[in-house]
C-alpha cells in the first residue's frame, strides 16, 4: 500500500482511493477523498504526488478554489446515486 499524505490537509490515503481528474502540466491531476487536488508526476519510472500546481511549488488556497464542469458533475451523480 502507497500512502499518500494531502498536502492541503494533511490526511494519508492509499493510491486506490484517488479519482483520476484531467491530464496537468507535467502530471496527472487526481482528487483524494477529502476533496483536495494533488499532481502525480512521474521521473525515472517513479510517480510522486505533490500539491495542485506542483511545477511551481504552490497550492491554491481552500477558500479560493475554483469549481470545474467535473466537480459539477460529480455532484450531480452523487445526488443521482442517493
Same mark, same amino acid.
Given at each position: 500500500?502507497?500512502?499518500?499524505? $494531502?498536502?492541503? $490537509?494533511?490526511?494519508? +490515503?492509499? *493510491?486506490?482511493? +484517488?479519482? &483520476? @481528474?484531467?491530464?496537468? *502540466?507535467?502530471?496527472?491531476?487526481? /482528487? =483524494?477523498? $477529502?476533496?483536495?487536488?494533488?499532481?502525480?508526476? &512521474?521521473?525515472?519510472?517513479? @510517480?510522486?504526488?505533490?500539491? *495542485?500546481?506542483? &511545477?511551481?511549488?504552490?497550492?491554491?488556497?481552500? /477558500?479560493? /478554489?475554483?469549481?470545474? +464542469?467535473?466537480?459539477? =458533475?460529480? /455532484?450531480? =451523480?452523487?445526488?443521482? =446515486?442517493?
Amino acid at each position: 500500500m502507497n500512502v499518500v499524505k $494531502c498536502p492541503e $490537509c494533511g490526511e494519508g +490515503f492509499d *493510491e486506490k482511493e +484517488f479519482h &483520476w @481528474v484531467t491530464n496537468a *502540466e507535467g502530471g496527472v491531476m487526481y /482528487r =483524494l477523498p $477529502c476533496d483536495h487536488i494533488v499532481v502525480g508526476t &512521474w521521473k525515472e519510472g517513479v @510517480v510522486t504526488y505533490g500539491p *495542485e500546481h506542483a &511545477w511551481t511549488g504552490h497550492t491554491r488556497p481552500a /477558500r479560493h /478554489r475554483h469549481h470545474s +464542469f467535473m466537480d459539477d =458533475l460529480d /455532484r450531480i =451523480l452523487d445526488e443521482k =446515486l442517493h
